[in-house]
C-alpha cells in the first residue's frame, strides 16, 4: 500500500501519548501502517515495503492510523486479527466515513467508538502544517476495558458510541 505522507501534529502526537498512559503500554506494541518520520512510536512498526496488510498482528496493543485509501481494508484486518485473538487490543484513528459499510459491518458491536469533537491538523514530511483536515476523525477500540474507555473519553473530547450498539437491518 502506498504511505500518505501525513503525520500527526505534535498535539496530537501528545494525545498518543495520552493514549499510551490511558492504556498503560508505553511504546505501542505494534504500528501496522508506521512511517519511520512519524512521531508515533511503536515497539515495532511495518513500513510500506513490509505491507502491514499482509502481516500478522500478534500484540497486547496496535495503534493504527492507516492510509486514507486503504482505510476499509485496514478496519477489515484488524478486525480479523482481533477476531481470531492475535491481536488482543487496537486503538484505530480513522476519517470519520461513518457511511462506509465496514463501519457498520465491522466495527459497530465490536468496537468503542468515539467520535471526536474537533478536527485533526497534520504535518508533511518536513513537519510543516499540512492545515485543519475538511472533516472529522473518530477513535476505535477494540478490546480494552471499561476502565481504559473512561481515561480515553476524558483526553478526547468527544460522543462515545459503545461497543453493544445494536444496527438497524438493511
Excluded at 505501542?28 to 508506521?34: K, M, Q, R, S, T
Excluded at 515495532?44 to 499482509?54: A, F, H, I, P, T
Excluded at 478496519?75 to 459499510?101: C, F
Excluded at 480494552?144 to 437491518?169: C, K, Q, W, Y
Aim: proline fraction near 6%; charge should be positive; glycine fraction near 8%.
Amino acid at each position: 500500500f502506498p504511505h500518505e505522507s501525513r503525520f500527526v501534529d505534535k498535539a496530537y502526537a501528545r494525545g498518543v501519548a495520552d493514549i499510551e498512559k490511558a492504556i498503560g503500554v508505553s511504546p505501542i506494541d505494534l504500528d501496522p501502517c508506521g512511517h519511520v518520520l512519524s512521531p508515533v512510536r511503536a515497539k515495532r512498526r511495518y513500513s510500506v515495503e513490509d505491507d502491514g496488510l499482509k502481516q500478522q498482528w500478534v500484540a497486547d496493543w496496535a495503534y493504527v492510523n492507516p492510509p486514507y485509501a486503504f482505510t476499509a481494508a485496514f478496519i477489515t484486518k484488524a478486525v480479523a486479527e482481533w477476531q481470531a485473538d492475535r491481536l488482543k487490543n487496537a486503538i484505530l484513528l480513522l476519517p470519520a466515513n461513518t457511511q462506509l459499510a465496514v463501519f457498520h459491518d465491522r466495527l459497530v458491536g465490536n468496537a468503542d467508538i468515539l467520535l471526536l469533537r474537533s478536527r485533526l491538523q497534520f504535518l508533511d514530511e518536513t513537519g510543516q502544517r499540512l492545515g485543519k483536515i475538511p472533516f472529522g476523525h473518530y477513535i476505535a477500540m477494540l478490546g480494552g476495558t471499561g476502565e481504559i474507555l473512561d481515561r480515553l473519553m476524558a483526553g478526547f473530547p468527544s460522543v462515545h458510541l459503545p461497543r453493544n450498539a445494536r444496527r438497524t437491518s438493511g
